[in-house]
């Protein structure tokens, strides 16, 4: 899974893009690596609900065997994962610009950094979960669509297309469900930079 991505926009913007209220945020613009803090989109659980910028660290609370955070949902049937995703209150939107996997041997890895022209901030598909001091989000993943398996080919993140943002942030987890495929392949573009 992809262990970095962009989000090149300030929390303004992102707000805009977003139809969400940006309240206080102080994101700028930058990379957002696991256990770094980033922007996501929240919401107030409610059909035609409102929006709101909120920053979240990248990984949420292991389970009691674990040791690391986690970045991804990866088994949606997994009862670790299964109570969070069925309550929309705990879903949210992972905005970002552009998202990367490597290829090729140790020593001469390359970067593609993958993007939607047509769509300069657009969003993963998350969840949100706070365990004591500890506000983190995880990204859900699919199987890639044939742009993306050509570099990485057991998965990649969900993309939520805009007009389904509410479906993911209030609707039943039986048709939530539904919006956790690959994103057209058609729609994305690659590249050895970030956009």
């Known amino acids: 899974m992809t262990s970095l991505y962009r989000l090149d926009a300030p929390a303004r913007a992102i707000a805009a893009a977003f139809g969400a209220e940006a309240g206080d945020d102080p ?20 059909v035609r609900s409102r929006r709101f910028l909120r920053p979240k660290l990248w990984g949420v609370p292991p389970p009691p065997q ?18 969070t995703l069925r309550h929309p209150e705990l879903r949210c939107l992972v905005p970002a610009t552009a998202f990367v996997f490597w290829s090729g041997p140790d020593g001469a890895r390359r970067q593609h950094w993958f993007s939607l022209p047509s769509r300069p901030i657009f ?30 080919p057991k998965l990649m993140p969900v ?19 539904a919006l956790v495929t690959a994103y057209p392949s058609q729609l994305m573009a ?3 930079t970030p956009p």
């Open 66 to 83: 674990g040791t690391r955070p986690l970045t991804t949902v990866r088994n949606l049937e997994s009862p670790f994962w299964i109570g």
């Open 27 to 46: 994101w700028t613009g930058d990379y957002v690596a696991p256990g770094r803090p980033a922007p996501v989109i929240v919401s107030d659980g409610r």
């Open 190 to 192: 690659v590249g050895d």
């Open 159 to 177: 993309i939520v297309h805009a007009e389904d943002y509410d479906r993911w942030l209030t609707a039943d987890w039986r048709e939530a469900a």
């Open 123 to 152: 969003a993963f598909a998350g969840i949100q979960r706070q365990i004591e001091d500890w506000p983190g989000f995880a990204m859900l993943t699919t199987e890639p669509n044939r742009l993306v398996a050509h570099y990485q």
